[in-house]
């Protein structure tokens, strides 16, 4: 049996449904896009102006623009814009004020404020006149771009030509593309502070191996301005270095100066120091002096100084100390001219450290000129050196040493060092440091000899150079030990080099998010960069389920049975409630009061393991899962660790979302060619139908008008006739009860009704059907069923449709029947059995589908629009019954049962 089939929701032929769908596809591909451009680039600006081209174009809009709110909610600046040509540039700043304080709160609770008409909404009446009026807005959306729950831009939509309704659709993409934004400033955010800290790290050495490596005052001074003006991009850098020394703090003199091209220098110029107002000079203030804008901040600047701000167009500044001891040795002063500057804590961090350098190398260079000028005064500057320095006999024992050493050494006089071996004194060390080491070398090369040691029971390392000291025979007669305290410089480097690998690792994670479409391949390789960045012992990811009711493991690390004592599968449980609705990573120890650690608390320190920290992975401001890293030790996690993951997190949702939106956007083109297949064959079949009655009608019509036809022959024309009318009208009639279905106009007409009536009426339209192919046709009605709430007609008609389907893939010869009977005492049911040629197993599941044939072509053996199981499913349905099909395959038949409920 080849049943008709059809499809109501799931296969819309419509050009509407097919219009709907199309716009699906376009919403999809253009949320596609701004996702893909936010992990292929990691300069904002390049992303943005992508976003606002793409949503633009899109979505048919006037205008579509980024604006950043500023951290006071003062100001919120157009950063990159999208218009049609007929439209203005909006790009610049304007007043948060003037949109009222009513809009400001809708935007920083993160609710979408969405206007249809302008002209007619009150909510825009405080800007409708001064802001919108002039820009000839008729529309308009602004959707918020939140991150940690503060308000940091604005995506606005627009229109200008005429109203627009912005759908629910509309809105949850918008929602969905300020989502993307919001990673797109966090990840912009990230790599700027990267690249900034590394820029900064590296002047910091460079600045360092200049006042380490020369004792030339004019050397380092030049050298640090230079630095600091390149690395900050200032306008204008000098020092201002009171002379002669010690300094008499009344004025100082530009001695050395960086300017970029078309700064007005001031090299040369004598200055008063800072002061603030009548209480002091700020030589004498411990903290920096930061002026954002000079404008605003008079009070802190003298009559003079104020003078010379003007003359050199200096707007803001940064002035430090350098400060060794007690003593000020110069001032380093930091200009931006023509507009205000904001000095940042990392900024003024930053020139804090240099100054403290500086201090040091100016201080070392002038006790280097000192040396010269007599034996006291080396005696002084041998004392006074930062670094320890000891005159060793050629086996390494001490003459004398200066007070550096000693303190090195824990020594509190000279003496106790005097003839003792200085590695005994330093490291604790004698006979395995003395025979091969650096002193054996400097003795058998007579070169100097420069190596680190970490001293990790001190926490500290050192660097030693060891140069000789030769008599009048060019015979080594003594050794210089000189031992510095590198620490310091050791940690800037080891936080540079974990800082690239953090900035490696993120784009690792990017690049195999973006490069692949497979799933399990982007959780693996990602999870592997992050424990290769952390070093975690173990861990996993794990992902919700499509009903959110289980977290699943995607990626493990540590061994599977290791990772699962880490977390709970369930999300409702607390702890894992708790981490799924956070923003930021969760360490064990800070789980809110009353909640259990994730897993067995006994299990995992049985397993080794002392502490994990989790990290949500959302997608779509939703929780989908979470990344889990553990270690074996206890220890504390870092905020450039949190960020790393949450950024991790965020990368790792957007890869799910990735392929979501792939997969997504896969069915919706399957759906639309479907259906686009689906028409292609309702039209032929359409065509088909209604050819054969109108043939026939036509040809009998030319016999029936030649006179010479004979009366049997116009008997059997109009015979004909009759029966191809009849066979149109039921084939229109059944398009008028779909179309009735489809737009919702079916009416009822529902009275309590024998389940038997309509049954035996359907069957007395159909025996002579039946009768006609040799079918016999089987009644077994059971009698005193009870009543049923029904449309007389309709179910007929559900009834008809059954007979004459079982009817019509029955051949002659074999048999329809038909009974009712209880099920429950709530339900009774109706069953229309045939022993014909039966359904194809996979075809059974679609049977009932509007317009779906076993044989969709026009030159099947059976006729039908395939819409009659279609109505009657329909039909069936409308009166709260429900209706199956089965069959045992081809050739052996099929049967049909309609549920319905029983009145009362």
Known sequence: M?????????????????????????????????????????????????????????????????????????????AQEYHVP?????????????????????????????????????????????????????SLMYVPVLQDRRLVAVIGYSTVRSQRHWSDEEKELARAIADQVSVAMRQAELYDRERRTARYRAMLNRIGRAVRGSLELDTILAQTVEEMGKALGLDRCFVLAPGPFPPTLETATVRFEYCKPGIASVRGLKMPLWTRGREGKVAGVEEPLAISDINETPRFVSRRKAELLVLTETRAMLCVRAVYGDQVLAVLELDRCYEPHEWSKEEIDLVTEVTAQLAVGIHNALLFRRVTSGEQQWNTTFNSMTDGVALLEPTGTIRRCNESMMRMCNLSRASDAIGHHCYELLYGETESMR?????ERVRSTGQRVQIERDIPARGVSLRESIDP?????????????????????????????????????????????????DQQAIWDGSFARIIEVTGADAGAILLLDEEGTRLDPVATHGGAARAALLYHRD??????????????????????????????????????????????IRSQRRPVGLIVVAYTAKRAFSANERQLLTVAGQQIGAALENARLVENLQLALDRVREANRLKDEFLATVSHELRTPLTAIQGWAEVLSDPETSPDEAREGLATIQQASESLTQLISDLLEMSRIETRMLRLELNRIDPNYPVRAAV??????????????????????????????????????????????????????????????????????????????????????RFRQADGSATRSYGGLGIGLSLVRSFVEAHGGSVEAHSDGIGHGAQFTVRLKVAG
């Open 2 to 78: 080849e049943p008709e089939r059809t499809s109501i929701a799931q296969q819309p032929d419509a050009p509407a449904s097919l219009a709907a769908a199309e716009a699906r596809v376009r919403r999809e591909t253009l949320l596609y896009r701004i996702t893909t451009a936010v992990r292929e680039s990691l300069e904002l600006n390049e992303v943005l102006e992508t976003t606002v081209i793409t949503i633009g174009r899109s979505l048919d809009l006037c205008r579509c623009y980024v604006a950043f709110v500023d951290k006071q909610r003062q100001v919120v600046r157009v």
């Open 86 to 138: 007929e439209v203005g540039s909006t790009t610049g700043d304007f007043a948060m004020g003037a949109y009222g304080s009513e809009l400001l709160g809708i935007m920083e609770s993160g609710v979408i404020f969405a206007v249809d008409d302008v002209a007619t909404d009150a909510r825009v009446a405080p800007f409708r006149d001064r802001v919108l009026g002039p820009l000839g807005v008729k």
């Open 435 to 439: 025979d091969g080491g650096p002193l």
């Open 469 to 517: 000291i030769f008599d009048e025979d060019q015979q080594i007669e003594g050794l210089v030990l000189v031992v510095r305290d590198v620490t310091r410089e050791r940690e800037t480097e080891r936080a540079i080099r974990y800082r690239n690998r953090q900035l490696a690792a993120l784009n690792a994670i990017a690049a195999a998010t973006t490069q692949s479409l």
């Open 571 to 616: 999300p409702w449980d607390p702890a894992t409630a708790v981490v799924l609705a956070a923003d930021l990573p969760i360490a064990t120890d800070e789980f809110p009061p009353g909640c259990e650690p994730l897993g067995d608390p006994l299990a995992v320190g049985q397993a080794g393991l002392g502490c994990a920290i989790y990290t949500p």
């Open 764 to 849: 007395q339209t159909v025996r002579q059907m039946a009768d006609t192919k040799g079918i016999a046709l089987l009644e077994s009605l059971t009698p005193g069923l009870p009543e049923v709430d029904a449309d007389s007609g309709r179910m007929q008609q559900v009834m008809w449709n059954l007979l004459v389907n079982a009817t019509k893939f029955t051949p002659a010869g074999g048999h329809v029947w038909v009974s009712t009977e209880f099920e429950s005492p709530r339900h009774i049911l109706i069953r229309v059995r045939d022993d014909g040629i039966g359904i194809e197993p996979d075809f059974l599941p679609h049977v009932f589908e």
